[in-house]
């Protein structure tokens, strides 16, 4: 979930005690009362950078500015931190993830799905860190996805990763191109959507123009909010999580993906979208060439100033006007290497990112999401009618409905590169059906989770 002045109560309404209540109520195994049942766990352990040189090793997920914001701002503050960053995109990043762990372990580290790292030994426990630092008594579902039980599954056990913020997933629109095709305000059904898609292309303007190129299946954003659409968002977290008999190929998701293909076929996207990267889809929607894109309020305070007042976000609609309404919505997450060499420092600036000040306000200006940490923690104020903040309300529509998904790329640490992209680009092609995607997802998944 993401980021005249809004006053600070306001926000403080639509901030973390309600929204990340929905990351709690949405998955099984949950405990939203603020208190870590895992402490314990593991021994209390002093997180600190002290005061002699240090370079913090960090690999870092590229083009997304809010990581290396946070650095440069924490070494202005502890002028005795360094920092020696490698950069990759999320995909990348995934495959290299358990061969970097174990061969040249950095500090700090984008992660994707945390389960197998955990059970190779790849990342620290960071229990102690938590009671060290007082994380057990925050919001207990803002650390939920990112506890890894001994049976491998998520959201129960000890802690192995943090998030730099809590980000959210929905609709960007261009408002001119909206206002041009008759849209005032934002759909509230599939079936308006799908006819605000057909007035775009009458009207000759790209509908979705949605990155899917490479080796990072960016349709698996349209897919999910479809697959939340018209089922249950607790049933998609089962299967993320790796809970015991949980499947993908189910009636609900079978809709969705046969709604997208519907919109393939339709034209609605653009010709290119399965040769075009993400950078590609951002320096088009800011240069105003088509009137949505699925993504994520990390883009939001970079919105606001390339397009400011010319964008506006909403949540995917529901199939049923009424409906309740889901979003894909999971920490920023990071973790710290098991042989990490400054594995201390590493959790102090995590630690940092939550509760400073100054970090709190660069993870929703730059960010444009949530920041970790205590649910009455200092928010800052944001501008009225921008995109941060309408992304920060839907916060609230998603904390009400318990609607918070954690992303169907991080069921296992390969679902992404390995069969979600493929398949989705393979639907694009004409090569695959919906029907034969979710069976081909499912039968990768499960060899997976057994290995």
């Known amino acids: ?113 945390v389960s197998e790292l955990v059970k190779d030994d790849l990342l620290k426990n960071l229990d102690g860190y938590a009671q060290t630092l007082g994380w057990t008594g925050w919001p207990a579902s803002q650390l939920q996805q990112m506890r890894v039980g001994a049976n491998g599954e998520r959201g129960d056990g000890p802690l192995y990763a943090m998030g730099l913020n809590f980000s959210m997933t929905g609709v960007f629109y261009n408002k001119k191109l909206a206002a041009q095709v008759g849209m005032s305000q934002p759909p509230a059904t599939l079936a308006e959507l799908d006819t605000v898609l057909q007035k775009a292309k009458d009207a000759g303007i790209v509908p979705i123009n949605q990155f899917n190129g490479g080796a990072t299946g960016g349709l698996a954003f349209p897919l999910q909010n479809l697959m939340a659409a018209y089922g249950d968002a607790g049933a998609i977290n089962n299967w993320i999580f790796q809970r015991s008999g949980s499947t993908i190929d189910t009636p609900a998701n079978l809709q969705a993906t046969q709604h997208l293909e519907k919109w393939i076929k339709s034209g609605f996207f653009a010709p290119d979208v399965n040769s075009q990267d993400y950078a590609t889809m951002m320096s088009r929607f800011i240069e105003g060439k088509n009137l949505f894109i699925f993504d994520g309020d990390w883009e939001s305070g970079n919105l606001d100033k390339q397009m400011a007042g010319n964008v506006g976000f909403f949540l995917m609609p529901p199939a049923q006007a009424g409906g309740k309404q889901a979003a894909m919505s999971a920490p920023l997450t990071y973790g710290i290497g098991s042989k990490a060499k400054n594995a201390d420092c590493a959790a102090f600036f995590l630690n940092w990112v939550a509760t400073d000040q100054k970090a709190r306000d660069i993870a929703v200006t730059v960010g444009g999401s949530h920041p970790m940490g205590p649910a009455d923690a200092y928010m800052p104020a944001v501008k009225e009618g921008s995109v941060t903040a309408a992304t920060l309300a839907a916060g609230a529509v998603i904390g009400k409905d318990n609607g918070a998904m954690d992303f169907i790329a991080n069921a296992t640490g390969a679902i992404y590169a390995k069969s979600w992209t493929p398949q989705l680009q393979k639907l694009v092609a004409g090569q695959q059906t919906p029907e034969a995607l979710l069976a081909e997802v499912q039968k990768d998944y499960e060899a997976q989770v057994k290995n």
């Open 1 to 113: 979930m993401a980021h005249g002045t809004t006053s600070r109560p306001l926000l403080a309404a639509i901030t973390l005690t309600t929204f990340l209540a929905a990351a709690a109520c949405s998955a099984p195994g949950s405990d939203a009362s603020g208190t870590d049942p895992n402490a314990g766990a593991a021994p209390a352990t002093t997180a600190t950078c002290g005061t002699a040189p240090i370079s913090l090793k960090a690999y870092f997920e590229t083009g997304f500015p809010l990581p290396k914001s946070l650095a440069d701002e924490f070494t202005k503050q502890h002028p005795n931190v360094t920092w020696d960053i490698r950069e990759d995109q999320f995909a990348v990043i995934t495959q290299n993830a358990p061969r970097v762990l174990a061969d040249d372990p950095p500090d700090l580290m984008r992660l994707p799905q």
